[in-house]
């Protein structure tokens, strides 16, 4: 058996793999000294449906330019939210309703990245969401999406991968045309058919780091810029509970004279969204939350690279002029229909397909009114770690 140890903290990323270094825009603490909760600035859960999107956009980014002088790249950016009852199911895993006391035993690690907010409380867990026959429940030798170093990446729980493998199994055959269009169009394009064999693979969507905060909130003034390495060339972030906000530096459209200008979009539970944040700068705020129970809990699901060689491949000089056709692409795919989420019926057949796979389950701790409510003692009647054979 094995057991879900977070790897040592002590390499660090390669240039433009993981996050790069982010910049610490002020040094002052947050405004918010009251130990009140603020209340979330938009819908608290899940939307009327499961598929309809919320929001289809492409804007531009002056990123990966393999000539300075070019205009701008494509970004494509769609939203969704998810059915309720879909959030609801969710929200029974145990990764997202321990206290913050069992969160250790998950694997997760706790980050400091704002140290000038000593209020501010933030974990992050690293998982895969491969499919039964890609991965199933076994630990997978892959990259730590923080640090670059390789780790053994654990399963997710099988609520959220069959989750996970219905948006992949809706959203796909779009990419793959838009994708397979612009191969045609340009065969010597060699990160297009990089991303394609990933896709093949089952590794989009496949990296999954659940992050959770708490505590002091970070606002504008404290935000850690920055832009993503190639894991997140395409890249699916769900708000599960609390509230916080994606502030991103972009233009607006392809006119190269256009001034790049800062843009701002609340996520609220059950919200998705798909986009390409290795082409752009961006960071998060989140809201305060001195109890536990209105804690912030999101799921950033990246490609899945073995290691960082396989990363290297993206950022290669003789590669660079390959971002522009890869980003129409993706842009192309992700503005040109609705962003599509799976129903409960999809998810419970999906999870159904990994039971038969991977054998029965344990059950997570039942349903709650706020993810991470249920009593400790609930809790201690469950195994702490579930374990599986490599």
């Known amino acids: 058996a094995t057991h879900r140890t977070p790897p040592p903290r002590v390499c660090r990323p390669p240039l433009a793999l993981a996050a790069q270094p982010r910049e610490q ?27 309809q999107n919320q929001k289809q956009d492409i804007f531009y980014s002056r990123k990966h330019l393999a000539d300075p002088d070019a205009p701008p790249l494509p970004v494509g950016f769609a939203m969704g939210k998810m059915a309720p009852d879909a959030l609801r199911w969710l929200r029974r895993c145990e990764i997202f309703a321990a206290p913050e006391s069992h969160l250790p ?14 209020g501010h ?4 867990g690293y998982f895969h969401a491969l499919h039964g026959e890609d991965g199933g429940d076994r630990h997978i030798a892959s990259m730590n999406p923080r640090t670059g170093c390789n780790m053994q990446k654990p399963a997710a729980p099988r609520e959220l991968r069959a989750f996970i493998e219905g948006m992949r199994r809706a959203n796909t055959p779009r990419l793959v045309k838009a994708l397979s269009d612009v191969a045609k169009a340009e065969p010597g394009n060699r990160l297009v058919v990089k991303v394609m064999r990933l896709i093949e693979e089952g590794r989009v969507f496949a990296d999954l780091a659940v992050q959770i905060h708490a505590g002091q909130a970070v606002e504008r003034a404290d935000i850690g810029w920055h832009t993503d390495g190639p894991n997140s060339i395409l890249h699916a972030a769900l708000s599960i509970a609390g509230a916080r906000a994606l502030h991103s530096r972009r233009h607006a459209d392809a006119d190269p004279s256009t001034m790049e200008g800062e843009f701002v979009e609340p996520m609220s539970p059950g919200d998705v969204y798909v986009s390409s944040p290795a082409a752009f700068a961006h960071g998060v705020s989140y809201g305060q939350a001195y109890r536990w129970s209105k804690r912030t809990i999101a799921v950033q699901a990246r490609f899945l690279f073995d290691g960082a060689t396989e990363a290297y491949g993206f950022v290669e000089p003789d590669e660079m002029g390959d971002w522009a056709g890869l980003m129409r692409a993706l842009s192309s795919s992700l503005a040109g229909s609705p962003l599509e989420l799976p129903d409960m019926s999809t998810v419970l057949g999906v999870m159904a397909e990994l039971e038969r796979k991977e054998g ?3 059950q997570p701790p039942p349903v709650t009114t706020h993810a991470g409510s249920t009593p400790a003692a609930a809790l201690r009647k469950k195994p702490a770690v579930v374990t599986s054979s490599s």
């Open 25 to 51: 825009m002020g040094t002052r603490q947050s405004r918010a000294s009251n130990d009140s909760d603020r209340p979330p600035t938009a819908a608290s859960e899940g939307g009327p449906t499961a598929t």
């Open 105 to 118: 035993t998950l694997g997760f690690t706790k980050c400091i990245d704002y140290p000038h907010l000593p």
């Open 121 to 124: 409380v933030y974990y992050e």
């Open 360 to 362: 029965a389950a344990i």
